[in-house]
């Protein structure tokens, strides 16, 4: 007789690579955030850089590369972040991956 596999199919679990590496939380993620100002105006934020990396010339670069105004804030309960001015999560993410800064699957995209 002929073998057939069948797969049954189950739930899926949106944790399990989170039991299976021993813990939830335990992976450091960078934050791109974009918030609504007034009207067409937006800001960018990313927090949760290493604190290694020196954020005043990050920021230099970025302001430089993109064309935009930022500064680095420093906030009580999210330490240092940077502040860009337009919505520019995408040409963050990039920047970070293209100077081998963070991986793709260490930085979230959160927004519209």
């Known amino acids: 007789m002929v073998g057939l596999e069948i797969e049954i199919p189950c739930a899926f679990d949106p944790f399990a690579d989170a039991k299976q590496s021993g813990g939830g939380g335990t992976k450091e993620y960078v934050h791109i955030r974009i918030q609504q100002r007034n009207g067409k105006k937006s800001l960018t ?4 850089l290493p604190k290694e990396l020196s954020y ?57």
């Open 45 to 48: 934020t990313v927090q949760g």
């Open 56 to 112: 005043e010339r990050i920021l230099k670069t970025l302001k430089k590369d993109f064309c935009c105004n930022g500064n680095v804030v420093q906030d009580k309960e999210l330490g240092k972040v940077i502040q860009l001015q337009g919505d520019q999560r995408k040409n963050v993410q990039n920047f970070l991956v293209n100077q081998n800064l963070l991986k793709k699957d260490q930085i979230k995209i959160h927004g519209f």
